[in-house]
């Protein structure tokens, strides 16, 4: 059964650079059917798609937050990560990570599984 | 930016049929997608390609698409299924995915 989970620091101070990592088990992110995403949800929000990477090292982001963010892949450990730079007070929020597949006319579909979500503050 | 409008609210009682809406110009296009979050968990996927449920969801959920409105249905409401849902599809392009903003489920 697949499984992903994130992790990384849990308090940032503003300005500096946000890093998660999503580490994934019980399957092959170098699957060719799946890309990877970055979903984030500030509390008592809603959701807000950050990004997603195949794993050749293909990207697309939010075009809202693509001046800040960089998803890159690591094969090698089954991992994905996610830097988010220049953050603010806004950027608090729980982070998750999910897979989704690839379908013609859409570069990705539906997110599932999901991680359990890490909460990252944003505070000095 | 392109968006998915949701109601911010349904409210029904146990045993009725709740009925959730997502509406944007593309969805005739883009299949939609539709998740169930409930306090302090990660969404789960209830509906994907406007209709399929997926292995392990109850089949009381049910999902429906008519022009630029897609709908999820859930028959014979539960006190359980008391939650927020959230539709997602991508925009006219494919490229870009996007969340509507999201309904709270209650069951009175």
């Known amino acids: 059964q697949l499984q992903l989970q994130e992790s990384g620091p849990g308090l940032v101070k503003p300005s500096e650079t946000l890093s998660l990592t999503c580490t994934v088990s019980?399957?092959?992110?170098?699957?060719?059917?799946?890309?990877w995403g970055w979903i984030r949800q500030p509390p008592g929000k809603g959701l807000e798609w950050i990004g997603s990477?195949?794993?050749?090292?293909?990207?697309y982001y939010n075009p809202s937050l693509k001046s800040r963010v960089t998803i890159s892949v690591d094969t090698s450990k089954n991992q994905f990560s996610l830097k988010l730079s220049s953050v603010t007070a806004a950027d608090t929020a729980v982070y998750y990570c999910?897979?989704?597949?690839?379908?013609?006319?859409?570069?990705?579909?539906?997110?599932?599984?999901w991680g359990q979500g890490t909460l990252v503050t944003v505070s000095s | 930016s392109y968006e998915l409008t949701q109601p911010p609210s349904v409210s029904v009682s146990p045993g009725q049929t709740a009925r959730i809406t997502c509406s944007a110009d593309?969805?005739?296009?883009?299949?939609a997608y539709w998740y169930q979050q409930k306090p302090g968990q990660a969404p789960v996927l209830v509906i994907y390609?406007?209709?399929e449920r997926p292995s392990g969801i109850p089949e009381r959920f049910s999902g429906s698409s008519s022009g630029t409105t897609v709908t999820l249905t859930i028959s014979g409401v539960q006190a359980e299924d008391e939650a927020d849902y959230y539709c997602?599809?991508?925009?006219?392009?494919?490229?870009?995915?996007?969340f509507g903003g999201g309904t709270k489920l209650t069951v009175l």
């Open positions: 997602q599809s991508a925009d006219s392009s494919g490229t870009y995915q996007v």
């Open positions: 990477i195949y794993y050749s090292g293909s990207t």
């Open positions: 019980g399957g092959s992110i170098s699957s060719s059917s799946y890309y």
């Open positions: 999910a897979r989704h597949p690839q379908l013609v006319g859409a570069t990705g579909g539906w997110f599932d599984p």
């Open positions: 593309a969805l005739p296009k883009q299949y």
């Open positions: 390609k406007d209709s």
